[in-house]
């Protein structure tokens, strides 16, 4: 297989699509990192969220505000400016109260993420407080 051929397998419509997500004005949104990384396939796309975990006041569950507003952000420009159908995207999320926020807030604007996927989208939170054992 020619190294053409190999790259030219990674070239989805999705992955031609990142140039015109990131153009998107709906992309400059206030609290994100405007340096966004996109990987030389385009089938990787990073962007540092500014924010700040919140605890539940009855509870212990941990969400990002920040975080979550950004996935449904992402999610709305995947569907409306790439095409993506809203089945073929998935959330994932290490708390799983950010996981509640965001499927409130997608039903809310009438989306809804189905079970096969095509992207995902992966929210991460790094908390400074956290002390690792040795």
């Known amino acids: ?16 699509s990142v140039p015109r997500i990131l153009r998107s004005p709906n992309f400059n949104f206030a609290f994100c990192n ?3 990384a996109v990987a030389n396939d385009n089938r990787q796309f990073f962007v540092n969220v500014q924010g700040v975990p ?3 006041e009855n509870g212990t569950s941990c969400w990002n505000p920040s ?11 995947l569907y409306n400016v790439a095409g993506v159908p ?3 995207i998935g959330i994932i999320s290490t708390y799983s109260e950010d996981v509640r926020k965001i499927t409130l807030q997608l039903k809310a604007r009438r989306l809804y993420s189905g079970r096969k996927k ?6 991460l939170v790094a908390n400074s407080d956290i002390t690792l054992v040795r």
Not at 3 to 14: Q, Y
């Open 1 to 16: 297989m020619e190294a053409d051929d190999r790259e030219e397998k990674w070239r989805t419509p999705l992955s031609r």
């Open 34 to 36: 405007q340096e966004a």
């Open 54 to 56: 919140v605890q539940e």
């Open 67 to 77: 975080g979550a507003k950004a996935v449904v952000l992402f999610t709305r420009i």
């Open 86 to 88: 809203l089945t073929d």
């Open 118 to 123: 095509k992207v995902i989208l992966l929210l």
